[in-house]
């Protein structure tokens, strides 16, 4: 069973940054599509960012102020905030799915691991 873990989330003034940190116990994640999405209160899953072994790709309400990255030796991705916004506050998820990243991967829909979430907060 494919089990991911978030940490890093936190609480952080407007201006402020973070990083998120995703750990994959015990798989190997080089040909994985993974990526970030999140949820705010009242308000649909949205993508933020998915990465695989070729590229990247963002949602435009982050582009230029968030990175992802992956660490594929230690089974770590990671989600670097700067810039943060009070819009950005919402839970944060990792996940994962075994193939390469296709076109619709920032929907989620293909998406076949999940973690719990992690929380960021933005205050103004």
């Known amino acids: 069973q494919v089990r991911l873990v978030e940490s890093g989330g936190g609480s952080v003034q407007a201006g402020g940054s973070l990083r998120l940190s995703c750990e994959v116990a015990g798989y190997q994640i080089s040909t994985w599509c993974m990526g970030w999405f999140r949820q705010a209160p009242g308000k649909e899953r949205e993508g933020v960012a998915v990465?695989?072994?070729?590229?990247?790709t963002y949602a435009d309400s982050v582009k230029g102020r968030f990175t992802i990255s992956r660490d594929t030796a230690n089974y770590r991705m990671f989600l670097q905030m700067v810039s943060l916004k009070p819009e950005d506050t919402a839970m944060y998820y990792c996940a994962a799915d075994s193939s390469r990243c296709r076109s619709y991967s920032l929907s989620g829909r293909d998406m076949e691991y999940w973690g719990k979430g992690a929380l960021v907060t933005v205050s103004s």
């Open positions: 990465i695989d072994a070729y590229s990247d």
